[in-house]
């Protein structure tokens, strides 16, 4: 079955950094794309970024672009989002999901970690 299991998150001060992981079960990066999704209190879960297996990158919100990256270790089975000059508004809950492909909607994602909290203060 696969899993996914993200770590990394806390407390960050403002123009700060942090890097989330997201593991995955064996061979998973193969077949699909990764996509990490955030949910701030009381807004709607959005899409951030996302890699396809092949490494090409989407970015989807245009707040994190210049200050989030994404990356993929394939040895490692876990793909990264590097977060620099933190914002309190990157205030949220952090996912991973996994895909066949890259997609906005986070309907088009099949399989979900348990997300990882990131917040975002001074």
């Known amino acids: 079955q696969l899993q996914l299991v993200e770590s990394g998150g806390g407390l960050v001060q403002p123009g700060g950094s942090l890097r989330l992981s997201c593991a995955a079960s064996a061979f998973i990066l193969d077949d699909y794309s990764i996509g990490w999704f955030r949910q701030a209190p009381g807004k709607e879960r959005e899409a951030v970024l996302c890699i396809r297996p092949s490494g090409s990158k989407f970015t989807y919100a245009d707040s994190v672009k210049g200050r989030f990256t994404i990356s993929t270790d394939n040895a490692k089975n876990t793909v990264y989002l590097e977060m620099n000059n933190l914002k309190p508004e990157d205030t949220a809950v952090y996912y991973c999901?996994?895909?066949?492909?890259?997609?906005?909607?986070?309907?088009?994602?099949?399989?979900w970690g348990q997300g990882t909290r990131v917040t975002v203060s001074s």
């Open positions: 999901a996994a895909a066949r492909g890259c997609y906005y909607r986070r309907s088009d994602y099949d399989y």
